[in-house]
């Protein structure tokens, strides 16, 4: 796992230099992701991760079914963040709705059984989640946002005892993780946020099923009324 982060890591750098080479113009398309492969020495998993990144971060654009395409050729022209983040929720509309779909089937599910099952553990550990959610938030530290939002909806699927949810879940982590960068940014919902998991944790802190999983169907609720009304 190590490794691959590493590879991808080094490949936002290597297509990053490839952008202000000024080999490219900006609209123009990169190579496929098999030659930037060849070309950084990684695998085409890393390169397909460093395109998402720099998508969200709107250095290149992702075009379905046509590629990347540079977006910024100059470093003294760097892009906005919630430029670039409206454009990976609009190429990855798809993807996103589905994700939100999978989400709505399995979070409540989790929280109401979290409710029921979870022991003092879990529920020290949602409270140091949510509590580092505020904290991170307070001091300005955006970028490690989407790392706490993810380990907070992971440590209730922990909770809630059932290995294949769990399993199921992890599965989604990339574009989880992507999708949830890329809300932060194109959208002020981060306060919001912390407000709605403090109501999902009180409710499981309560050993209230049905408090819990109403909670978690309004957190997941309002997050797909943001991204809607951010795409449109």
């Not at 709505?104 to 949510?130: V, W």
């Not at 879940?169 to 912390?194: G, N, P, V």
């Amino acid at each position: 796992m190590n490794n691959k982060i590493s590879a991808a890591d080094e490949a936002v750098s290597k297509i990053k230099e490839l952008l202000f080479s000024g080999r490219l113009e900006r609209g123009q398309k990169l190579p496929g992701e098999t030659a930037l492969a060849e070309q950084i020495g990684v695998g085409r998993s890393s390169v397909r991760e460093a395109l998402k990144q720099l998508a969200a971060s709107g250095y290149v654009e992702l075009v379905a079914n046509r590629g990347a395409f540079a977006a910024v050729t100059n470093p003294d022209e760097l892009p906005s963040p919630k430029d670039g983040a409206l454009s990976w929720l609009n190429v990855n509309r798809d993807s996103v709705d589905e994700l939100l779909m999978v989400r709505g089937c399995i979070e409540p599910l989790a929280a109401e059984l979290c409710a029921t099952r979870a022991d003092d553990n879990a529920l020290e550990r949602l409270r140091e989640l949510t509590d580092s959610f505020e904290d991170t938030l307070e001091r300005g530290e955006y970028d490690n946002l989407p790392r706490l939002d993810y380990e907070f909806h992971a440590a209730i699927l922990e909770g809630a005892g059932n290995r294949f949810l769990v399993g199921m879940y992890r599965q989604l982590l990339s574009m989880f993780m992507q999708y949830s960068s890329s809300s932060f940014r194109a959208t002020d919902s981060k306060r919001d946020t912390l407000m709605e998991h403090r109501m999902i944790y009180n409710a499981i802190f309560a050993h209230s099923p049905t408090e819990a999983r109403l909670a978690m169907e309004l957190h997941l609720g309002i997050a797909a009324r943001r991204m809607k009304e951010v795409r449109n």
